[in-house]
Each structure stands twice: as C-alpha cells, then as structure tokens.
C-alpha cells in the first residue's frame, strides 16, 4: 500500500523520526513521501476535510486519532509524544521492553524538555557527546527525511528482533537446571549448567544483567561461544573490587586478561569453579 507521511518543518526531533520509522516497520514498506510542512498548514488541511486514506500526519495536525491516520499530541498535554501514540496504536507486544522505555524516554523530554531529566545538571559532557551525532541525524531528517527514516527503520527492525529473542532468552534462563547461583565465601557466582542456544547467546547476555542486578552478583560461570568445552569466568562490575582472575592457575587455561575480568580454561572436574574464585577473591 503506497502511502505519504506528512510532518512538520523547521527543526527536526527525534519524534516524528521514530514515529515514522515505526509507522514504516507496522506497514511493511517505506513511504513513497515525507512531506514536511507548516504546523499551522497541517492543522488546516485536517480541519478543512477528512485526511486521503494514503495519508498519515504524524507530529502535527493538532488531533490525535488513529482511525484517521492522525497522531498529533500538541493538542493535549496529557497525551505522549507522536512516537508513543504510534507505538502505543501499533506494537502493543512491545509494551514490556526495553524499546518501550526508550520511547517513553523521548516522550518525556519531547513534551517536557531536557531540564526534566533526573541527571540533566551533571552530564553535561555526556549530552554533548550523544547528542551530536543526534543532532548531524535531525539535521539530515531536515533535507533528506526518506534517507533518514529508512536508517531508523533498519535500526529499529533489529532492536525489534532482539527484543523478541530476549524474550525467549528470559524463558531459556528460567527454565529449571539451565542455571543457578551460589556463593563462595562473600563471592556470588552465577553459574550456567547448560550451553545457551547459539541464536540466543547476545540476548541471554542482555537479560542475565537484571539477574547480576537484582542478586548481586560478582562473577559469570558461562560457556565460550566458539569453543564450547572452553569455561569462562567473567566478572562483572560488582566484582570488580572482589576478584581478580589473574591471582588463580587452572590447570588447562586457555586465555586469561591481564585485566583480571576474563578467563577461558578447560576444566579438569566440576569443582575446580570453586577453587578458581577462592584463589581470585581479592582480601
């Protein structure tokens, strides 16, 4: 279905990119146009008749109503930004994500400005470091929105594809025997009984870390990727006062970081995990 995305001009947010990014993902194909014009001129056309069903405004319009392809917040400031309108009308799967706070993110500051971060005052350097790129990206959305939109949309039909995969990361993690934590000494150790799934080993990473947050956990007893019969101890900032693999000597290592936060080695029995985090506990 051919279709155009009408937005407004002058400066370019991180809104109406997302929220046609998004729109492009939940229709299967890019826009044949972006056509960036006057708030004011968007709000008329809405107003003087019913919008062509191959039209979409999206962060402008002053309306908020999906059945008629309008997703515009300016109207009520009740309401999340045109990005959030999208996401909330079209992928409400995504609810419980990491996409979703994200988004939920840009709403804020698209409707309430920067100074509404908890952390705007002390990161300065941070937000200038971020943000030009971000800025070179708007700028860019300005001239040449289509370009732009299509980088967001690869962007975002990965992220979207992993998330899906965390999700079925989380269930591979709760599985009963898959793995345990135990704790040596002052030293809690998160242990994987069970090689993950190939296609799934970037998304357990990313969702073991709320189980590293949430019981504390110093060090990482997994498998290596490329060399399954390969152990491998990785410390996590929570250990990074605690341990240092270095101070310990498998018997048949294979790689260890001068850093300390990464050893590979093939064990000799199942206890020899034990033996490695005694000798790296740090006094």
């Not at 959030?84 to 419980?96: A, C, G, R, T």
């Not at 009963?176 to 009984?193: C, D, K, M, P, S």
Request: aromatic residues 10%; negative net charge.
């Amino acid at each position: 279905m051919a279709y155009k995305i009408i937005t407004h001009d002058r400066k370019a947010h991180i809104d109406e990119v997302l929220a046609s990014a998004l729109l492009s993902i939940h229709l299967g194909e890019e826009p044949t146009e972006i056509i960036r014009m006057s708030s004011q001129l968007a709000s008329e056309k809405v107003k003087q008749s019913e919008p062509d069903p191959d039209v979409w405004f999206l962060d402008c319009g002053m309306v908020h109503d999906p059945e008629r392809r309008l997703f515009d917040h300016h109207q009520d400031n009740q309401l999340g930004c045109a990005a959030s309108l999208v996401f909330q009308e079209f992928f409400p799967h995504l609810q419980d994500s990491e996409l979703a706070d994200y988004i939920q993110l840009v709403s804020k500051v698209d409707t309430r400005g920067l100074r509404v971060l908890d952390d705007y005052d002390e990161v300065h350097e941070s937000q200038s470091y971020w943000s030009f790129s971000q800025k070179l990206l708007m700028k860019s959305f300005e001239t040449n929105p289509k370009a732009i939109v299509t980088l967001f949309r690869e962007g975002l039909e990965d992220k979207i594809r992993f998330e899906q995969a965390k999700k079925k990361a989380s269930l591979w993690l709760e599985t009963e025997h898959h793995t345990e934590i135990q704790r040596v000494g002052e030293i809690n150790v998160l242990l994987y009984h069970v090689q993950p799934p190939e296609e799934l080993a970037s998304a357990i990473r990313a969702v073991d870390g709320k189980i590293v947050d949430e019981h504390e956990i110093d060090a990482i007893y997994s498998f290596d990727d490329k060399e399954p019969e390969n152990r491998v101890f990785f410390r996590t900032n929570g250990g990074h006062d605690r341990l240092d693999f270095t101070r310990s000597s498998p018997a048949h290592i294979a790689f260890c970081h001068q850093g300390g936060f990464l050893m590979k080695f093939i064990p000799e029995n199942d206890q020899e995990w034990i033996k490695i985090i005694k000798a790296s506990a740090l006094a």
